[in-house]
């Protein structure tokens, strides 16, 4: 059974930064990545890696995010700063096996105060 954990949201200052984690059990994945959610709007790619280490990012994010992968420890993470009252949304990770199958994490809290 697939499972995803994150950990790391939280409230925090405009201008400021947080690490989001997310650790993986049941499988091993071909990509791995961090979408979010704000309240009305539809789920949004933040960042995404794969095993070749092809990263993409959220227009919004470039310069600011900064994803990271263990894939040893199937565990990958996205530094966040300079933080904007845009970004509050509910993170969620993500990760795609080798047939193509997403699974996701249970979603993770990020405020941003101005």
């Known amino acids: 059974q697939v499972q995803l954990v994150e950990s790391g949201g939280g409230l925090v200052q405009a201008g400021g930064s947080l690490r989001l984690s997310c650790a993986a059990s049941?499988?091993?994945?071909?990509?791995t990545g961090w979408y979010r959610q704000a309240p009305g709007k539809q789920r949004e790619l933040v960042a995404s890696i794969n095993l070749l280490g092809t990263i993409n990012y959220g227009d919004s994010v470039k310069g600011r995010f900064t994803i990271f992968r263990d894939a040893a420890k199937n565990t990958w993470s996205l530094q966040m700063n300079s933080l904007k009252s845009e970004d509050t949304a509910v993170y969620y990770c993500?990760?795609?096996?080798?047939?193509?199958?997403?699974?996701w994490g249970q979603g993770t809290q990020v405020t941003v105060s101005s």
């Open positions: 049941g499988s091993t994945f071909a990509a």
């Open positions: 993500q990760a795609r096996d080798w047939n193509s199958r997403d699974y």
